[in-house]
């Protein structure tokens, strides 16, 4: 009877035990938001205000190197600087030379264009109400300044919310450094700073000269300011954060990545034959450019850094009393870390004129500041012209009760590809084998299948490739990602949390978890597989991922803040290479410059926003002779080979294929089945020959620098070398002529040049 009763009722007890666990689940997370919201007291009485930072002052020079001169206005809390040079000054707030439309502007704009710094926070009693912003020029009610060597120490007040930043400007070379220290930002009320925008006007610039803003979209992007009235009326502004998005999930990391993301903290501006690049020195991870083309708000050109001085997170809301007598509807809502991000942020710009003052100048200037850093590190392998393949060695396919595997390359396959390569003349290579664990699982760091040869295939290619020193191999492993089937996963200490507590994750449809790994135990499980490597000298260590996110970590065994992380991916490339271990690295992300043997899978392209006029290779004129490096754009995938060997030219990328030893046809219905057309016996009459035009046309360049890239029509491109080769490209149907030189339709001609 009561069996019967309680069969009858199934359903309903089923309902209510989701929605005891739905309210245990919202429990926990209202609970843990709590904790990690500041409770200030609602006592703070905001002082009368004492500046007025719209009203006219004068710039008093504070400070001059030979080369640079500050100037002050300590009624604007603003700084000019001169470049002594050409005599160009330049204005870190709008005046009407900058902006002749500024008397007519409204007074909410004209006081944001005369900020200095403007700040965005968080009402910590009504934590659901939003975000708040404030600009100095209309909300800074206390200036004050303290002049230091080089330079001036401004702290701006912004009474209503009771927050204090300080802001230090210096000139240091050919340079503006402008610091914001963390143990400086003060706050009196219940209000809590999450962003400052620093400098949001300096070198912003109308339509009248030649120009455009560049900025870290993919590979790098620009924004021409003539093309301001083929622009869309709706243009929208973009926002590039460092390293991954501002609210950290696998959703983002997966689906929005190239969006959202920047490779390295940089923008640049050029009006004419002048520009301003900045880049940020320190705390680089937490922080974002904003870019603004001309048509969004304001007829006016202008990006800049966002610095991010307190992690922000998103709270899911289940419809249950929060305990304050509100009820929570669903959606989501913003939340902040209760403590600040404990460093400081430095941000550089350097003032760029005549020939230097494009992108191809602002790659020369980073590059040479991650030189002299030791950020950036030239390989023993550059000197010489390589192929870069990339081989499938097995996938899976679904069946009724198991997974079917799909075996596409062998180890000993894999052997007899690099030896008729040999064969063929070609001895430089750099090979990356991808899902060669067992089972397809590139969770697990280690594992050689037994379809591939197992331990003692993976022997033999690794001998080979300890012979045949050219002919590198790298085994591609996932350290950031876990799967739920990851052996030995322990979710409480290996896995990332966010700041709810709660794992960053997300759920597949077979019921499996894919997580992100807590960076000390991605460390630790890297210290597994270089001891697993060691009877395998031959073979280098292909990191998937850590080019590609950075993350802060709440997990309570070992917390990170973004840059700590960056640090310990760092350290876990350090500890590979310590080990006597080549890497090759996934991605582009700034912080692999130093420990990269080989790139693969570099940007040759932007996200393609509706501001966006075209692609430049910032990231390539930076590393390039120094890192050898391929495209994510295999010539076997292209729509046409032609076409996709100008890209490669144009960005100063080796040959790349991503190939299979067996037919392309065994991958149909499979978990790899965009892998179309890969076939080995099919692609290597073309390999070969694309090898050999590479290595008799560009052998010269290899190990030199990539010093100008310019675009001189829609699709026609010219590259110059520090020996003084240049390359011109056509990408259209039509034959085109510049300086003189006829480039024949798809197609390139090189000229001059030499050791």
Known sequence: MVKDFLLSRLGTIIFLVVVAVLFLIGSSRIKKARQNAITYSNEYEAPEADADLQADGEYVSIANNGQLELFYSDVKGAVQIKDLKSGKIYKSIVDEEVYPKLKKSNKQWKAHMQSAITIKYNDLKKRDSGVKEASAGKDCGSLTAEYIENGVRVTYGFLTPGIYITVEYTIEG?????????????????????????????????????????????????????RVGERSANAKMAIYYTYSNKAVSLENLLNNYERYTAAMPVFGIKNGDSAVFGYASEGGANTGIGVYPSGVVLDLNRAGFEVYVRNVYNVDMYSISSGDGNTATGGIVQRVDKQLIPEDKEIRYAFLDGDKANYSGMADVYREYLLSTGQLVKTDKVDNTALALQLLMGTTKEGIVFD????????????????????????????VLTSWQKGYNDYEYWGPDRHLGGKSGLKTLSDYAAANTGMRVFIESDLIAASSET??????????????????????????????????ALRKVNEKMLDKYEKYSGLGIGYYDIGYYAYPDFNEWHPYTKTETVEELKNTMADSKAAGKKIAVRGQNQYIFGNADYIYRISDSNYGLSIT???????QMVISGLIPYSSGNAGNLSYDLQTQKLQWIEFGSMPMFYLTYESALKLRDTYADTLFSSTWSDWEPVVVDTYREFKENFGSLAGLRMTEHKALSEKSRRITYENGTKIYLNYSDKDETFDGIMIPAKDYVVIGGGR
């Open 174 to 226: 050919n340079e503006l450094v402008v610091r914001v220290p963390y143990e400086k930002i003060t706050e009196l009320s219940k209000f809590a700073v999450t962003t400052i925008a620093v400098l949001p006007y300096l070198g912003a610039c109308g339509n009248e000269n030649e120009g455009y803003i560049f900025y870290p979209d993919g590979s790098g992007a620009v924004t021409s300011f003539e």
């Open 613 to 619: 006029d075209y692609a430049v290779p910032f990231v």
């Open 487 to 520: 052996s030995g996963l322990d979710r409480e200490k290996d896995v990332a949390y966010n700041g709810l507590n709660t794992e960053v994750a997300i759920k597949y449809y077979d019921g499996t978890f894919k997580y992100l790994r807590n960076p000390a």
């Open 404 to 431: 079917e595997y799909v075996t596409m390359t062998t180890f000993d396959q894999a052997v007899e590809i690099l030896d008729g390569l040999k064969m063929q003349g070609i001895t430089d290579t750099e090979l």
